[in-house]
C-alpha cells in the first residue's frame, strides 16, 4: 500500500539556519504531496501541497518540490526563525485512496 | 477552507466509560474522516464517514469499539467505547472538499482525551 517516510527528529537549529526535511513516499499512480504542520498546542494546518510532478508548493517561506524520478517532497527554508518550532508532517493523498497518509513527523526546535 | 468544530475540545475520563465527540462542518462536505493522534505519534486514520452510508474502519479499529455516524452532510460523531488508558489521545476530524481523492484535508483542533 501507500505509505511515507520522512527523517528522524527530533532536529534542532539556530534562527536564521537552512533547514531540510527528508520525505520520501512509496504509492500507485499519481498522488498529491502536502506538508502539514503542528504548532505547539494547536490544531493541524495545511503548509503547502503539490499535485503534480515537478510542482513546487510554497508557503511563509517553506517549499518543496514534487519529484517523482527520486518519489520525493523534501521540505526547506532558506532561513528558520523561532517561530517555525512545530511538528511537521509529510503527507499523501490519492494513488487510489481517498484517505491522507501522514509521515511519522519531524520536530523542529529552532533556538535564538 | 473548511471551518471544523470539534465538542469536547479535551475531557478527562474514567476506565470502562464511553464518551461522543462531536464534528459540525460550516459547510457541506461529502466525504469525513476521524484520525487519531496517540501522544508523541502521528496521526492514524480510523474510519471514513461518508453520509448514506456506513463508515469504512481502517485495520485494526473496529465498529463495536468506535461507532461512527454520519446524519448529514456537516455534521458527524465519533464514540469511544468502554474506554482503557491506551485510548488517550487527541481524536480529529477532518474533511474533504469536492468528491475528488487528491485535494487537502481540512482539520479540527481535535479533542483531546485522557483516560485515568
Known amino acids: 500500500g501507500n505509505s511515507v517516510t520522512q527523517m528522524e527528529g527530533p532536529v534542532t537549529l539556530s534562527e536564521e539556519a537552512f533547514l531540510t526535511i527528508n520525505c520520501t513516499y512509496t504509492a500507485t499512480g499519481y498522488p498529491s504531496l502536502f506538508w502539514y504542520v503542528q504548532y505547539p498546542g494547536e490544531g493541524l494546518q495545511l503548509l503547502l501541497k503539490?499535485?503534480?510532478?515537478?510542482d513546487k508548493g510554497s508557503n511563509k517561506g517553506f517549499e518543496a518540490t514534487y519529484r517523482k524520478e527520486t518519489t520525493s517532497f523534501h521540505l526547506e527554508k532558506g532561513s528558520v526563525q523561532v517561530s517555525d518550532s512545530a511538528v511537521y508532517f509529510c503527507a499523501l493523498r490519492g494513488g487510489g485512496y481517498n484517505k491522507l497518509i501522514f509521515g511519522a513527523g519531524t520536530r523542529l526546535a529552532v533556538h535564538p | 477552507s473548511a471551518v471544523i468544530s470539534q465538542k469536547p475540545s479535551r475531557d478527562i475520563c474514567q476506565r470502562g466509560t464511553s464518551l461522543t465527540i462531536q464534528c459540525q462542518v460550516d459547510s457541506q462536505v461529502t466525504m469525513m474522516f476521524w484520525y487519531r493522534q496517540q501522544p508523541g505519534q502521528s496521526l492514524t486514520l480510523i474510519a471514513t464517514a461518508n453520509q448514506g452510508s456506513e463508515a469504512t474502519y481502517e485495520s485494526g479499529f473496529v465498529i463495536d469499539k468506535f461507532p461512527i455516524s454520519r446524519p448529514n452532510l456537516t455534521f458527524s460523531t465519533l464514540t469511544v467505547s468502554n474506554m482503557s488508558p491506551e485510548d488517550s489521545s487527541i481524536y480529529l476530524c477532518?474533511?474533504?472538499?469536492?468528491?475528488?481523492?487528491?485535494?487537502?484535508?481540512?482539520f479540527g483542533e481535535g479533542s483531546r482525551l485522557t483516560v485515568l
Open positions: 477532518s474533511v474533504a472538499r469536492g468528491t475528488g481523492n487528491t485535494g487537502e484535508l481540512f
Open positions: 503539490a499535485t503534480k510532478a515537478d
